[in-house]
């Protein structure tokens, strides 16, 4: 019995394991709860709240397509590596079983053989890690997904390069302020660090409210995706690497080293002009 089904409908009790429960007139003992967490092999709007054995299946869902046929091609498998063991030549050993069981116990019509026995070459098995569970989610959505982020980042650097030509301008028009703290003997390392500062935090602001946004959509994408489930709990967090990418970037931006070049050049422009003995303003 799932954890969620465990709380929700029985309150916790324990006396529900070793529990005896009538389904389709079959009766059906309940020999464990699943962890909080688990969702049996994938995640769906509508997670199962009971699992059993495959050899009863026939016995709860008789009129199902897929307990009509002998082949057990429509299961979806998923292997235990045992302690200490390595992915490297399993796929070979589970390749080399598949074309073997395609052309002998698969049940394969007569008509159909021949086809089967062309394409075996191509029947190949790779294996992936299903630690995350498995989703049809990435392959339908993450070609999507990825020509998003490309678009994320082109307006990324547009906004940059946006901010950096306000900054730029603003800096410029800063040229009788630079020149009068200048004239007071402000150095000129003492006005780049003025403006450096008043661009880091500028920076660190829009960083800032980017982290609020991406864990904001993020959780309206889940809302979304997972809203009207049962049971589900899906805890998306924010990614370490790409959130020190994104403050990497930001800083960058604030010392000008990077695509948002901010006020510090403006302010050095006004410093040049002043000094080359251009009339004060």
């Not at 954890?3 to 464990?32: C, I, R, T």
């Not at 901010?262 to 410093?271: C, P, Q």
Request: aromatic letters at 8%; charged letters at 15%; one cysteine or more.
């Amino acid at each position: 019995m799932s954890y969620y089904a465990w709380q929700h409908d029985f309150g916790g009790d324990p006396s529900v394991v070793n529990a005896n429960f009538a389904f389709e007139g079959f009766a059906f003992k309940v020999v464990g709860i699943a962890p909080p967490g688990f969702y049996g092999d994938s995640i769906s709007t509508t997670p199962p709240a009971l699992w059993i054995p495959l050899q009863t299946e026939y016995l709860t869902d008789a009129d199902a397509s897929y307990n009509q046929v002998h082949s057990s091609a429509w299961l979806r498998l998923i292997g235990r590596l045992r302690p200490g063991a390595r992915l490297a030549g399993v796929s070979s050993e589970l390749t080399a079983f598949l074309q073997h069981w395609l052309v002998s116990d698969a049940d394969v019509d007569p008509i159909h053989l021949r086809e089967v026995e062309q394409t075996l070459p191509q029947q190949k098995i790779e294996i992936a890690s299903a630690a995350t569970g498995v989703s049809g989610i990435r392959d339908r959505f993450g070609n999507s997904l990825k020509i998003l982020l490309a678009v994320c980042i082109i307006v990324l650097l547009i906004g940059c390069a946006n901010v950096a030509n306000l900054l730029l301008a603003r800096g410029m028009t800063r040229r009788a302020e630079v020149s009068i703290m200048s004239a007071l003997g402000a150095s000129g390392a003492r006005l780049i660090q003025r403006a450096l500062t008043e661009s880091l935090v500028l920076a660190l602001l829009g960083g800032v409210v980017g982290v609020f946004l991406a864990v904001a959509g993020t959780n309206l994408m889940v809302l979304l995706a997972f809203g009207h489930a049962n049971g589900t709990s899906m805890h998306v967090g924010l990614s370490w690497p790409m959130l020190g990418f994104c403050a990497t970037v930001a800083l960058l931006s604030g010392t000008g080293t990077g695509p948002g070049a901010n006020g510090v050049w403006g302010s050095r422009a006004a410093i040049r002009i002043y000094r080359s003995g251009r009339p004060r303003q």
